[in-house]
C-alpha cells in the first residue's frame, strides 16, 4: 500500500506564490511517476502537473510558465511550486503517486487565490 501526503495550500492574493509538497510512503520500491491533479467545485478532477520516474515534465497549458513540478531530496516526494496565481487556481489539489497500475491518492489541499 502507498500512502500520499499533501501540505502547503492556502489563501494567497491574485498574483502571488504558494509551494504545495507531497510524499508518498509504504510499500514502494524506486520512484514512482508522480503528479499534481486539482478540482474546483462543479469540475472535473484535472491534471496540472506530472514527473516521470526519469524525470520527464508535464503541464497543463493553463499553468505553463507558472508552475514548477520539481522532486525532493527525499524519495518519492515531489513539490508544485506555483507563481503567478490567478483567482482560476483555486480548487482542491490532489497529489497522486502511481504504482504499476494502481492510482494512489493524497487527501486534498485546498488553494484559494482572491482577486
Known amino acids: 500500500q502507498v500512502h500520499v501526503v499533501e501540505s502547503g495550500g492556502g489563501l494567497v492574493q491574485a498574483g502571488g506564490s504558494l509551494r504545495l509538497s507531497c510524499a508518498a510512503s509504504?510499500?514502494?520500491?524506486?520512484?514512482?511517476?508522480m503528479g499534481w491533479y486539482r478540482q474546483a467545485p462543479g469540475n472535473q478532477r484535472e491534471l496540472v502537473a506530472d514527473?516521470?520516474?526519469?524525470?520527464?515534465?508535464n503541464y497543463a497549458d493553463s499553468v505553463k510558465g507558472r508552475f514548477t513540478i520539481s522532486r525532493g531530496n527525499a524519495k518519492n516526494t515531489v513539490y508544485l511550486q506555483m507563481n503567478s496565481l490567478k483567482p482560476e487556481d483555486t480548487a482542491v489539489y490532489y497529489c497522486?503517486?502511481?504504482?504499476?497500475?494502481?492510482?494512489?491518492w493524497g487527501q486534498g489541499t485546498q488553494v484559494t487565490v482572491s482577486s
Open positions: 514527473i516521470s520516474s526519469g524525470g520527464i515534465t
Open positions: 509504504g510499500r514502494i520500491f524506486g520512484i514512482l511517476p
Open positions: 497522486n503517486a502511481r504504482r504499476g497500475s494502481s492510482n494512489n
